[in-house]
């Protein structure tokens, strides 16, 4: 829900900026003071939701790789105490490592001659101090921004996410070959087909590669960008930064948007869930597992190998 709030309100409040960069100011060229602070508030805003975004999906790979790897322990490890925890937690992080962008830029002044008069216009850009001789702090303050925004915050994740993904999806087909020894035949004897364990873990496999590509796909080139806006200075960042920043903008969108389609399209859960959220007058019997009587033939199956490895531990 954290999660799903966090890529809701990103994608909400790119509205009115939308409108502002691309529909009010081609037409009419003015940079009120307004629309200075509104800009200001929307790169800090969405830079630090987006972070959010980011240390939640950590957490949820972190719990889901909990779940499958350790189900004794989850119910004690994944409490509700817990989630709320790890949600200040992703809150906080977030807030500290979009801190040093706070210094970094702010609302500058511009006097420009035209018509026969003077119009003084207002933009977001890096601090004037960075350009001075004696701005030791602000230029540590700039190479540390991108330092935690490139390095911390975009390509760490991405490399966690990786492993944990990885070990997931080893996890699933580990546990997929067990229950199929554990099913298998005693005494030459035929049992029903049981691969529905294999196929669910086999979406749940696709479901969790989707997710570490969109993350990918989304996080690398940001992470790459701001490594090298650290490494190279103020001048890559206005020729090569600034220029992509509206791509930046499309794929954090991107990823905000598809998480819902992939985790529908996906998990009968959530299909299930939101008919009876948005069609209560709709049966969702159509999503239901049609496995009232796979579910019966399984727990015979398994009293019956019960009893046949009792009767022979008896002899």
């Avoid at 490890?77 to 830029?105: G, H, K």
């Avoid at 496999?205 to 090298?228: D, K, N, S």
């Amino acid at each position: 829900m954290g999660l799903a709030a966090a890529d809701v309100l990103v994608m909400l409040e790119y509205v009115p900026f939308a409108v502002y960069e691309y529909i009010v100011l081609p037409e009419r060229r003015l940079f009120p003071y307004g629309w200075a602070v509104f800009v200001l508030f929307h790169m800090h805003f969405s830079q630090l939701l987006h972070t959010i975004s980011i240390g939640l999906t950590l957490t949820l790979a972190v719990w889901r790789y909990i779940v499958v790897r350790f189900p004794q322990c989850s119910r004690i490890w994944c409490t509700s105490i817990r989630c709320r925890v790890a949600l200040v937690s992703s809150l906080l992080t977030a807030v500290l490592a979009c801190a040093p962008s706070y210094f970094v830029f702010e609302i500058r002044e511009q006097m420009l001659f035209e018509n026969n008069g003077q119009e003084l216009l207002y933009h977001v850009d890096a601090s004037k101090s960075l350009s001075s001789n004696d701005a030791n702090g602000q230029v540590f303050l700039y190479r540390l921004n991108f330092w935690l925004l490139g390095v911390l915050v975009k390509l760490l994740p991405c490399i966690v996410l990786t492993v944990i993904s990885c070990r997931l999806i080893q996890a699933l087909y580990n546990r997929a070959k067990a229950r199929r020894r554990l099913l298998r035949p005693i005494d030459g004897q035929e049992l029903p087909n049981v691969g529905g364990t294999e196929r669910r873990a086999d979406r749940t496999t696709r479901m969790l590669v989707a997710v570490l590509l969109l993350f990918l796909i989304t996080e690398i080139p940001q992470g790459v960008l701001g490594l090298l806006s650290a490494l190279l200075g103020d001048c890559f960042f206005r020729s090569c930064y600034h220029s992509l920043g509206e791509i930046m903008d499309i794929l954090a969108l991107f990823n905000g948007s598809v998480n819902f389609i992939l985790y529908c399209s996906m998990s009968r859960q959530f299909r299930m869930t939101f008919g009876r959220l948005f069609k209560p007058s709709i049966r969702v019997s159509k999503w239901q597992p049609a496995c009232t009587h796979q579910t019966d033939v399984q727990s015979t199956q398994k009293k019956f190998i019960r009893c046949e490895r009792k009767n022979l531990l008896q002899k």
